[in-house]
């Protein structure tokens, strides 16, 4: 992809799919630009978290301007499609360019968020365009958690105005984001033997588009374990079927795409089973075929399970979710057209001794997020459930009268002879946390425009990328000018 342009950029990006990035594995990675920072004379810190930063002078006539922030994650979301072999640990990104897109056939790309970082350290070796001091802030566990924003210290940046580069449409500047929250549910159980005599097969649901919980909420897109449950509740009343193992979705931020069920039934009911798992894969067809065109119903054979679930809590998990909500819960009345409050059922792993699932809560209006969750924590307190609150994050309040902002406009018309948008976003930024911490901050964000995120096949367009990278510098050369 160094072919690219601006080739300064894609460079920086080439790297970041060299080096895996998984969250909470960003080490290497960081080392590696501290290590490049530190060969071309700029200053690095890194916190007890993890986060880098990276300072850089001012320069051509920016030495004494106000201090620009630029900031970015350094983890991405990794998943691959069901047989697909990528470890994420391990294995670089493939990439493939389609056209004006750039994408990563079978496991995300990481332009979420390798894009906006790529920006930054472009920024932090660009020698020709003016600007004034820098600091650039590279955080970790962005995508499981914020946990590298949760665990930033006031007073280590120094400037006050903020440019983060994690949004997904160009053309657009961003001013509010929601916050959110993650609920989880788990029980423990004593496995059952499988009865003599009964067959085991698997049950799979694939071939949804999947996608980023926030932003692709509102879209109606199936959710792979939502519809298998369904699926499952109502063979278990036609063939007796019982739970071995029921798994689906591998990231709490996003849609789920996948999930498949180990399931052992009498051998005389397989007939009944295939004829269920037939008339369901109709069904739903009918009912999702427009937004979910490659959905995929089948029952194939597997290995003989070793152990079940117990009746009691297989109807506990399965009425458990089926009653449990997923999407949109509330369209914000303050901001048209914006999802205020969603859920998204991401991850679920439930085995014959019990099992856990994630819900990933979100929401513009903070106690929106906590109400949400309490009606989750309620459903499943119920039947006794462990149930769990955390990791939460606040919003991002937006800020119409930024300073900062009304430069963005003017240089965006400037360079493109539009006007630009302004935005609040449904996904979550660091920027509510990072505003926690500095509430003097001004922040906006903005960035290249990228498709599929979380999802495999995520892409990102690439000239949209070269518009980035104009506005970025455009941008700086004008902050030097007027601080």
Same mark, same amino acid.
């Given at each position: ?248 979705? #591998? $990231?709490?931020? /996003? !849609?789920?795409? *996948?999930?498949? &069920?180990?399931?052992? %039934?009498?051998?005389? +009911? ?96 903070? #106690? $929106?997020?906590? /109400? !949400?969750?309490? *009606?989750?924590? &309620?459903?499943?307190? %119920?039947?006794?459930? +462990? ?97």
């Amino acid at each position: 992809m160094t072919e690219l342009n601006p080739a300064i950029v894609w460079r920086h990006f080439d790297t970041l799919c060299r080096i895996p990035r998984p969250s909470r594995h960003e080490a290497a990675l960081r080392e590696h630009l501290q290590q490049w920072a530190m060969s071309r004379g700029l200053s690095t810190e890194v916190d007890g978290i993890g986060n880098l930063l990276i300072r850089k002078p001012g320069q051509h006539g920016g030495e004494h301007a106000a201090t620009l922030v630029l900031q970015g994650h350094l983890d991405m979301v990794c998943q691959s499609n069901e047989g697909v072999q990528h470890d994420f640990l391990q294995d670089p990104i493939q990439t493939t360019l389609e056209g004006d897109w750039l994408r990563a056939p079978g496991t995300t790309l990481g332009a979420d968020n390798g894009i906006g970082v790529a920006l930054c350290l472009a920024l932090l070796e660009d020698a020709e365009t003016s600007h004034g001091p820098l600091e650039v802030l590279l955080t970790v566990d962005e995508e499981a958690g914020m946990g590298g924003a949760h665990g930033l210290q006031p007073g280590w940046l120094t400037g006050k105005i903020m440019l983060n580069l994690d949004t997904e449409e160009w053309g657009e500047f961003y001013l509010g984001c929601a916050g959110g929250l993650d609920v989880y549910a788990s029980r423990h159980a004593a496995a059952d033997a499988v009865p003599a005599g009964w067959v085991t097969q698997q049950i799979r649901l694939t071939g949804l588009r999947g996608g980023h919980s926030g932003v692709n909420i509102h879209e109606e897109r199936g959710n792979a374990i939502k519809l298998l449950v369904r699926v499952l509740y109502q063979l278990e009343r036609d063939t007796g079927l019982r739970w071995a193992h029921l798994r689906g979705g #591998s $990231a709490r931020n /996003a !849609l789920p795409r *996948e999930a498949f &069920a180990t399931v052992a %039934l009498p051998a005389e +009911q397989q007939c009944a089973l295939l004829a269920g798992i037939d008339q369901w894969q109709t069904t739903l067809c009918a009912e999702l075929g427009d937004v979910e065109p490659q959905l995929q119903l089948r029952c194939v054979p597997t290995d003989a399970a070793s152990a079940l679930l117990p009746p009691s809590e297989q109807r506990i998990w399965s009425r458990s979710l089926l009653a449990a909500p997923h999407g949109v819960h509330r369209m914000s009345q303050k901001v048209a057209g914006v999802v205020e409050t969603s859920n998204n059922l991401g991850m679920l792993d439930i085995r014959p001794e019990g099992g856990e699932v994630n819900f990933m809560v979100r929401s513009l209006v903070d #106690s $929106a997020a906590q /109400a !949400l969750g309490d *009606e989750i924590e &309620a459903l499943w307190s %119920l039947s006794s459930s +462990q149930v769990r609150i955390e990791g939460h994050y606040p919003g991002w309040a937006p800020n119409p009268a930024s300073p900062l902002l009304a430069v963005c406009q003017e240089v965006y018309q400037q360079q493109t002879g539009k006007s630009s948008k302004v935005q609040v976003i449904h996904a979550g930024l660091e920027c509510g946390l990072i505003q926690a911490r500095y509430p003097d901050m001004d922040i906006v964000s903005f960035g290249p425009t990228i498709r599929g995120a979380h999802a495999p096949g995520e892409a990102v367009h690439v000239p949209s990328v070269a518009d980035c990278w104009t506005l970025l510098q455009a941008i700086a050369r004008r902050l030097a000018e007027v601080n």
